[in-house]
């Protein structure tokens, strides 16, 4: 082994995913079997940043010194085994020059002390997008303490079930995600049709639509509408440049019409219609301004419940247009596939990623790098700068492109199931 690395700290930040387990288990092994200890940080940053010497860091509480007996048969269980938690040590850095603040990069310099207390000398995060620009302000940070300190690398694995990640092709967890809200959507058909009804349903999935078009397709959905499908015919007056307003009228307009034609040419008085979740941040400033937000600057859409806020307006504008009544009920699905029992093909990529994880530190040397995959699972590894904005150091979204195969593929069944 080319360096110096005898102890390695497991992180996972953000919400939850299945194979989460998969991930920490074959990377923790990884170390273990080539002589390395492994400590697992735990619920994410959130003990790190409130380190001192006057609060050191307990083993139990704080951390687990992760052993090969703990991680037996951990690949497919449900949940994280060292918690997770959104704490963010760098909510005050948006900027390079803030991190030659020392006001601001305090949170950052705690998280440092708390890992060199334990006598960690590389960190894997494991965790979505928020949590991978916490890793590249972490690293920077550490490039800007004095010469001679300890430096500790850092490489990321990237989790999301809303598969919005630039730099990898599928999210471990994603596709679990979908079948579970598939098989939500499809019990939630059979309701519909029986009671000849609709449901408005709100899918994860805050920045793109891959979630919610995933649901749409394994579940049969009659709709789906997502973020990339707010263009111009769907924007307020009041859009700007920079922040995009949705016309709610005209989606409910689009909705309601479906509907008719669904009822009127084929008979049908029933159906789902899928949203996601993110269409909250494309909501007037009036209608957001008492909503909560997190430590990464995210509104709190549980607060918002689109799906019942839409439900009311189509059910009110089907029978302002027709006359008759139609029960439209609106329902948050997402927190269920969270932590899903993890399909086969999330075990086995999460149980890749976690192996790079290993091999992108002790055999690639690298720092500053994400796991990714390719093709047949070929590892690869993607450099931090390639994947956030150096100027803001926000990462990239990656959006459903508006003809690409996927987004057709979704027009294309969402009007087969129509005929």
Not at 13 to 28: D, H, K, L, Y
Not at 118 to 138: H, R, Y
Not at 290 to 317: N, Q, T, W, Y
């Amino acid at each position: 082994m080319p360096n110096d690395i005898k102890k390695v700290a497991l992180l996972f930040s953000g919400g939850p995913a299945p194979a989460a387990n998969a991930v920490i288990s074959t990377c923790a092994i990884s170390f273990i079997n080539n002589g390395m200890e492994v400590v697992g940080i735990r619920h994410g940053y959130s003990s790190l940043i409130d380190y001192s010497k006057d609060r050191p860091l307990q083993e139990g509480q704080d951390y687990l010194n992760l052993t090969e007996k703990m991680l037996r048969r951990t690949r497919s269980k449900q949940g994280i085994i060292i918690g997770t938690a959104r704490t963010n040590p760098g909510k005050f850095v948006s900027s390079p020059a803030d991190l030659e603040d020392p006001e601001k990069t305090a949170p950052l310099q705690r998280t440092y002390d708390g890992l060199c207390s334990l006598g960690v000398d590389a960190l894997v995060s494991i965790g979505g997008d928020d949590t991978l620009k916490t890793a590249n302000k972490f690293k920077l940070f550490q490039e800007r303490l004095p010469e001679g300190s300890k430096q500790i690398p850092v490489v990321h694995v990237p989790k999301t079930i809303d598969n919005d990640y630039k730099g990898i092709d599928f999210t471990f967890g994603y596709f679990t995600a979908v079948e579970t809200l598939g098989t939500e959507i499809r019990n939630l058909h059979a309701d519909a049709e029986a009671g000849r009804s609709y449901f408005i349903v709100e899918s994860m999935g805050r920045s793109a639509g891959w979630l919610a078009y995933g649901a749409a397709i394994s579940g049969e959905a009659s709709m789906v509408i997502s973020v990339e499908d707010i263009t111009d015919d769907y924007l307020a007056p009041e859009s700007t440049a920079t922040r995009k307003v949705m016309d709610i009228d005209k989606v409910v307009g689009n909705i309601v019409k479906m509907m008719r034609y669904r009822q009127e040419k084929q008979g049908k008085e029933y159906g789902i219609v899928v949203l996601a979740e993110g269409l909250a941040e494309y909501l007037s400033d009036e209608v957001l301004k008492d909503i909560p937000r997190d430590d990464h600057g995210h509104i709190s859409v549980a607060h918002v419940d689109l799906g019942k806020m839409f439900a009311s307006r189509i059910s009110a504008e089907f029978e302002r247009q027709t006359g008759t009544k139609r029960k439209v009920t609106g329902l948050q699905l997402g927190y269920e596939s969270r932590c899903a029992r993890p399909h086969a093909f999330d075990v086995m990529l999460g149980s890749q990623l976690g192996v790079g994880a290993y091999r992108a530190l002790c055999e690639e040397n690298h720092n500053g790098v994400m796991v990714s995959v390719s093709g047949q699972l070929d590892l690869q590894y993607v450099d931090f700068e390639d994947l956030v904005d150096p100027d803001t150091l926000v990462t990239v979204v990656r959006f459903i492109e508006a003809g690409c195969d996927f987004h057709k593929l979704a027009r294309f069944l969402e009007t087969s199931i129509n005929d």
